[in-house]
């Protein structure tokens, strides 16, 4: 006999629209040129290339940067990297877009969510309204406050969903 669990599904914060919004009209753009330039100069299909490579990894990587709450652990997954943090590893949240936790090693680390950083990304990162509501969630997350992710009554913090939501 097979037991399934009845896990809750991960609650899902995303990037603020706006930013994965400009991500993805910038990587069409870099697209675009990418297809055109070699049509204009043979000799520019590394640029073109480069261009492919680098509008590929925007689309697969920053547009879907965000923090997953699943159960007992924290996933980043940001532009370059992902991370996975055990909830009782876990020190605090207020500091967000930093998350402090404690390794296995008993060292403490910090992992910036760069995809939520309001200085790397202008008027395109969240607002500190936005950053103030994803702390919330955090924190009644990391409390176990957040048992059921409220979305059974539709409350979802900035840039939120459940997942396997369509954004």
Not at 37 to 45: H, I, V
Not at 125 to 135: C, K
């Amino acid at each position: 006999m097979v037991h399934v669990s009845k896990q809750l599904p991960a609650r899902i914060l995303r990037a603020p629209r706006r930013l994965r919004l400009a991500m993805q009209v910038g990587s069409a753009i870099a697209v675009a040129v990418a297809v055109t330039l070699p049509l204009a100069q043979r000799s520019a299909w590394p640029v073109s290339a480069a261009l492919l490579v680098a509008a590929s990894l925007v689309l697969s990587r920053g547009v879907r940067a965000r923090v997953e709450l699943r159960g007992d652990e924290l996933v980043v997954r940001d532009y370059t990297f992902s991370t996975r943090i055990a909830r009782d590893r876990i020190l605090m949240v207020h500091r967000f877009p930093s998350i402090d936790w404690r390794g296995a090693d008993g060292i403490p680390r910090e992992t910036l969510v760069n995809a939520f950083n309001p200085q790397r990304l202008d008027s395109l990162g969240p607002t500190d309204a936005e950053l103030d509501q994803i702390r919330e969630v955090l924190e009644r997350w990391l409390t176990g406050a957040d048992a059921h992710h409220d979305a059974t009554r539709g409350i979802t913090g900035a840039g939120e969903r459940p997942a396997g939501t369509v954004t």
